[in-house]
């Protein structure tokens, strides 16, 4: 060790723990590990990325490392502990789970962003503490070097960890996205936690077949063979199309990063979009060849303007995908996490979870779930019709400009030119009416609905995630009479602000390569820093995008706070071996900030921070 304090651990302690079989576990019962306490929160798409490249670590190192997912809330719903035990058995969470609904040991832990990961040694200190997602690699040699010295020390103690699983629950459906109505009169659900597609009769009940074998995984093939990892949107191409691709469908397969091609006369599945590996890359106008392209969560998916457009829920984007050319390429957003209109190469956007088309084909609606907002593309350009940002959300109707939903991931188009909304956090199904810009409430009490389709009499159905089942609306709901106006809570994310000085304030994102990389300048410079705030008078400089990672800001001292919105990335490579395989480290901040007389000018970030361990 260098001269550098050691740091002792908090005591984990929260309302209850999941995955543990009842028990109530301390930083004692885990000494002898190494510990990596994963803070998270079930809407956040960075978090989702973050378990998927933690799995490989539990099971390599299952006898030496606990996970411990430490859950600290954005949304309202969030809290809720049975909507947190939901999400755990929805995401495959297989450690235990800490629930901290009050963000306790968010502030204990000193986190500042959704993911943050500490590091703990078997002896109890914080050995490291990393923001955002693209760290497995960095994780994997740390704990290589963590075994070796406690091993020599004897300190490490093997065995089995504290994972109890759940009881295995018994239902047609497990919490399925989304649905197409198939020519048959059929439905078609992607069921998302059993990894597969679920043909379902009318009925929205009686299963007819399913498409996958129900089991975690990318490999193409027949119906029973092929599988998928949390499947969510399903777009059917036009005849036309279908017939030259070789395919009907296409599916987001969103935990893998593809897209898939369904031939629904006999299941078989096929690749047609992404590598499997997640996009970590510069953002760019150019068409790919659709299989050597990366992608990132693809969660929903739409016909429109000639082509399939992505809901990229993992990068803040719509993008779209050619299946005659087999080409793809980014349609919508800069991979700026926030919510920003104008031209839509130039939008900003918020994990974007849903599309709809609008029955003249004119207009494409987005539901933008960390926003809270419906969005829509028209002539190229990308408006908002409801919703105020990533920080404000609730369940308020009545004019457009003042109503708030939480985390809606579906919308539905109505030949009426309005709009049904899949207000997920809410437990509700909304509509918005352009004709009036108004927003009212159709029917609520529903389990997280995650998508909604309209049948050709009329009918909506209702993809009701957390009840695993579908729903339909009761007849004359969509009527002015069936509607009604909530005003409901409002609120914001509410997170302890930091306290910064009015005028000159130096923002420092600290990054340290993981032990073996070096920063990597092959295609040009290694770091990119983007820095914006809400109100935009908070800064009066220092918005904009660089590549240092240190930026000189000047608060404006009138206005009382805001929220910085702050996203750092650095490219590393692995040092001084022949085929260096490449790494991209990013994080998004929302830093809630109050300006104080004589508070700190410094504002430090850490995206990726080591003790000299």
């Known amino acids: 060790m260098g001269t550098t304090p050691r740091v002792r651990a908090p005591e984990l302690r929260g309302r209850q723990w999941l995955n543990t079989g009842g028990r109530e576990l ?19 798409i960075n978090c989702l990325h973050v378990l998927d490249e933690l799995r490989p670590l539990e099971e390599k190192y299952g006898d030496v490392l606990v996970v411990i997912g430490v859950h600290s809330p954005k949304f309202e719903h969030e809290k809720d502990p049975d909507a947190l035990a939901a999400a755990v058995e929805r ?39 990393m923001a955002g997602e693209g760290h497995a690699e960095g994780l994997a040699r740390l704990v290589d070097d963590l075994i070796a010295t406690h091993e020599a020390k004897g300190t490490l103690h093997r065995g089995d960890g504290p994972y109890v699983p759940p009881a295995e629950p018994d239902t047609t459906l497990r919490f399925p996205g989304k649905a197409v109505l198939l020519e048959s009169g059929n439905l078609l659900v992607s069921d998302s936690a059993r990894h597969s597609l679920a043909e379902l009769a009318p009925d929205g009940e009686t299963l007819v077949r399913r498409i996958g074998a129900g089991t975690r995984g990318r490999a193409d093939g027949p119906a029973g063979a092929a599988t998928f990892s949390e499947p969510q949107g399903l777009c059917l191409l036009p005849p036309h199309t279908a017939e030259v691709a070789g395919y009907d469908l296409v599916v987001a397969d969103t935990v893998n990063h593809l897209l898939r091609g369904v031939r629904l006369a006999d299941g078989e599945v ?31 998916l739409a016909w429109y303007d000639d082509k399939v457009v992505v ?14 050319k087999r080409t793809a390429g980014m349609y919508a957003g800069t991979t700026v996490e926030a919510l920003r209109d104008g031209p839509r190469a130039e939008a900003w956007m918020a994990q974007p979870s849903g599309l709809s088309v609008s029955a003249d084909g004119a207009r494409l609606w987005v539901a933008d779930s960390e926003t809270s907002a419906i969005r829509y593309v028209e002539n190229d350009v990308m408006g908002t019709a409801v919703g105020q940002g ?9 004019p457009a400009s003042e109503a708030l939903l939480q985390h809606p991931l579906g919308v539905c188009a109505l030949p009426d030119g309005s709009v049904l909304i899949a207000d ?4 509700a199904v909304r509509r918005f009416d352009p004709e009036s810009d108004r927003v009212s409430t159709v029917a609520d009490g529903l389990a997280e609905p995650s998508d909604l389709l309209l049948t050709p009499d009329g009918e909506v159905l209702v993809v009701e995630s957390a009840a695993h089942r579908l729903t339909r609306l009761a007849p004359g709901a969509l009527s002015a009479a069936g509607a009604s106006t909530v005003d409901g809570p409002r609120h914001r994310t509410e997170r302890k602000p930091t306290d910064v000085a009015a005028g000159e304030v130096t923002l420092d994102v ?5 032990p073996g990389q070096k920063l990597d300048e092959t295609y040009g410079p290694s770091t990119r820093l983007v820095v914006s705030a809400s109100p935009p008078e908070l800064l009066v400089e220092g918005a904009g995008t660089g590549t240092d ?26 040092a001084d071996v022949e085929h260096a395989a490449c790494h991209l480290t990013r994080q998004d901040w929302g830093v809630p900030v109050r300006v104080v007389e004589g508070a700190a000018a410094r504002l430090p970030l850490v995206l990726r921070g080591l003790d000299d361990a």
Request: with cysteine; glycine share 8%.
């Open 91 to 129: 995401y495959g969470v297989h450690h235990p789970v800490l629930d901290d609904p009050e963000l306790d040991m968010w502030q204990q832990y000193a986190a500042r962003a959704w993911p943050t990961l500490s590091v703990i040694d078997p002896e109890g200190y914080v050995v490291a503490t």
């Open 26 to 44: 301390k930083l004692s019962d885990l000494r002898g590990k190494i510990v990596i306490a994963d803070f998270w929160t079930f809407c956040c």
């Open 424 to 427: 997920t956090y809410n437990g």
């Open 311 to 324: 809901a990229m829920a993992g990068i803040h984007q719509l993008w779209w995908f050619d299946p005659v």
């Open 390 to 398: 990533l920080f404000d959300f609730g369940h308020v109707d009545g």
């Open 510 to 514: 600290i990054f340290t390569p993981a």
């Open 549 to 574: 990672l240190s930026r000189r800001l000047v608060v404006d001292g009138t206005v009382a706070g805001g929220v910085l919105q702050v996203t750092a990335q650095a490219a590393t490579c692995d």
């Open 270 to 300: 096929v690749t047609v979009a992404g590598t499997g590996r997640q996009w970590r890359s510069t953002v760019d106008d150019h068409s790919h060849d659709a299989l050597s392209v990366d992608l990132s969560s693809p969660w929903d």
